[in-house]
């Protein structure tokens, strides 16, 4: 198995930055795609951001220039950039893998709350 642990949200004004981080640990020979996912109160889960092991990203459009999606293979961690934080972004944000047999694993979560 592989355990997830999510740190770096917390509340900041519109305009401002965080990073967020997340370690992986366990099982991390099995680990694929690495990527960020966000649940805004009251809406579904949604991909914000991935990236591959070879360190291809793919991110929705609405983050398209303000989140950047990094990974240390070597730490086994990824990383979430968010810039110019919109009221909108507030959210919990979740850090999920891909296992190389397809199966998800989830942290717990960190939450961003952007104050306009």
């Known amino acids: 198995q592989v355990q997830l642990a999510e740190s770096g949200g917390g509340l900041v004004q519109a305009g401002g930055s965080l990073r967020l981080s997340c370690a992986a640990s366990?099982?991390?020979?099995?680990?694929?795609?690495m990527g960020w996912h966000r649940q805004a109160p009251g809406k579904q889960r949604e991909l914000v951001a991935s990236?591959?092991?070879?360190?291809?990203?793919t991110s929705t459009d609405s983050v398209k220039g303000r989140f950047t999606i990094s990974r240390d293979n070597v730490k086994d961690m990824v990383y979430l950039e968010i810039n110019n934080l919109k009221p909108e972004d507030t959210a919990v944000y979740y850090c999920?893998?891909?296992?190389?047999?397809?199966?998800?694993?989830w942290g717990k979560g960190t939450l961003v709350t952007v104050s306009s």
């Open positions: 999920a893998v891909v296992l190389s047999n397809g199966a998800n694993c």
């Open positions: 366990g099982s991390i020979y099995r680990v694929n795609d």
């Open positions: 990236i591959t092991r070879g360190g291809r990203t």
